[in-house]
Each structure stands twice: as C-alpha cells, then as structure tokens.
C-alpha cells in the first residue's frame, strides 16, 4: 500500500530509504506553508516506521495494529503533542519521560510535535536537551510554518524536509481522484496554492471557502475606509471567542490577503507567475494602477510581519491595528 500522500514525491522517496537502510535520523523537522501536508507527511512516516506487516520496509500494510491506531492518533508507540495553543515546557517534560521508556509494540518510539514554532521558549529550550542526546530507539518528528521560527539549535539537530506547495496540476489530479470535477479541482488547485489540506478542506466544508471571499471583501472595505473605518474593521476581524479562535481567524484572513498583494505585487512587474487568485483580481486592478510597486512591496512585507506576529502570540488587535495604517487608500 502507499502512502497515499498527495505531492511530496521525493519526501516520500527520502523517507522511505531511510527506513530501508533501517537509519532514519533522530530527528526530522517538516517545514511549509499551512495545510501543505506536513504532519500528514510525518503521521505517514510515523506510520511506515511502526508498520509490522508491509510487504517491503518503508510501505504500508494498512491492515496492522499501526497502520490502523497512527492515523487516528492512538498507537501507544507514537506520541502527538500538539499546540493549544502552543506546547509549553510541562508537555516536553512529560513527553521526555515517556520517552525514556522502551516502544511498547513497534521498533521506534515516535513523537510528532506539531507547530513547534508556537511552543514556548522554555518548551523548545527544554527539547533541545533531547535533540543534543538522543535516546535510543526514538524519533522526533517536528512540524513548523517556517524554520526561522525555530531556535537555530533546533533546527541544527533536525534534517529538514522543507515542503512547498504542490504544483497546481498535480493537486488537480489528485482531486479528481478523489471524485472532485475536473473544473472544480482545477480551480482549488488554484486557489489553494498547492495546499493539499487547503483545497480537501474547501471541498468538504464549502463554508470555508465562502470565508475567502468574506477576507477578500474585508480588504476592499480596507482599502476604501478612513482610519476610524479601518479599526471597526479590524475589531470585527478579529471577532470574539477564545484566544486560538481568534488567531486562527486572523490568519486566515491575512493569508488570504498576502496571497492576493503576491498577485498585484507581480502583476505590477508583468512577472511571468500565474496568479493564485485569478478569479479576484479584476476586482483589484484599480491597486495594480494607482499604488506604486514599492508601496505594494511594503505591504507584503508588512502582511508577512504581521502574521509573524500573530504567530508570537501579539496582541491580535494592536498588530492587526498597525498593518491597517500601512494599507494605502484606493478608493
Ligand atoms: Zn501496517
């Protein structure tokens, strides 16, 4: 069985030698943009490594003990932390002396670490000790959004699999097999930037994909409001709810407006890069006219800042409140 895994193919190819050749590294770090496949990839690995029946090493059985508990998140061996909202020094202690114990039923003890840009310094501090003295019999699987999050320390003690997003025709294809119409698959390709969870995600729950246009909506009314207009705004985005509802939204948001600047950024160059957002950008022409590409660049860069913000735990409203004051009016 394979691994089922849409793009990634030379991830996948690397991984699985390093089963084969029964070495894998103490320590893998997945990095990429939001919905790209990395924990999957790693809940894959994961898998592979505990799979006690496949035909060859490095597949799947999908029918063992591992191949059925990993993907739900339940095989003893293989151990989940993820943020919430973000790891925090008692999860790595407790996590440490469970590692110290002997697998219970596979040949690895697995930890996947999700987001681990978001733990907590002392959490990643706390880590580090594990990744400088590596027990024996343990892997660490780290995911991140991007390896400049990470303690330079960190990052040193991993190989790092860096994942982009998955070309459009590929995840197009991938759809399809999956019974989505060939129109519509091409399109979330599109739109989901190669973002495999992305686009599986707006099929599913269509109500997500509305969430974009309300994001590109809200950026109109940005563009066309004063200050006062612009803070109502931005108190609305970032809505009320728990603190990791909150941020979630934010970035949603943001993304979806970084993704467009890229859009009018390039489009100001006549640069040859298709567009992610093709369906939306005559609403924004009037940007690419009358905004100079120096100042569409500032506001990329200031998109790409705030979302780093907001992932360092900001203040979500101050941080949303200054990208606002950066955005030019374009009645
Ligand atoms: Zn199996």
Known sequence: MSWDLIGHAWAVRLLKQHIVDQRPR?????????????????????QALSCEAADKPGELCGVCR??????????PDVEHLAPDPSIQVDDVRALKRRLALAPYEGPWRIALLENFHLASISAANAMLKTLEEPADKVVLLLTAT??????????????????RGVSTATLSLA????????????????L?????????????????????SEALENLNEAL???IRGRFEL????????????QRRRVRSTLETWLSLWRDLLYQGYQAEVP???????????????????????GVVKALSQTLAAVDRHANLRLAVEALMLKLPAVP
């Open 175 to 190: 759809l399809q097999d999956r019974a989505v119409e060939p129109e519509k698959a091409d399109m979330l390709a599109v």
């Open 66 to 75: 591992a191949c059925r508990l990993v993907p739900e998140g339940t095989f």
């Open 234 to 245: 931005a108190d609305r985005m970032v809505g009320r709810g728990k603190l990791p509802v």
């Open 224 to 226: 066309i409001s004063d």
């Open 275 to 297: 567009p992610r957002n093709p369906d939306r950008l005559p609403a924004f022409e009037r940007v690419v006219e009358r905004v100079v590409p120096a100042h569409r660049y």
């Open 192 to 212: 989901s930037e190669g973002r495999p969870g992305r686009a599986l995600r707006w099929e599913s729950e269509p109500e997500l994909f509305e969430r974009r």
């Open 26 to 46: 103490h320590a893998y770090l997945f990095v990429g943009p939001e919905s790209v496949g990395k924990r999957t990839l790693a809940s894959r690995f994961a």
């Open 146 to 163: 991007a390896q400049e999050q990470l303690l330079p320390t960190v990052v040193s003690r991993c190989e790092v699999i860096p994942l």
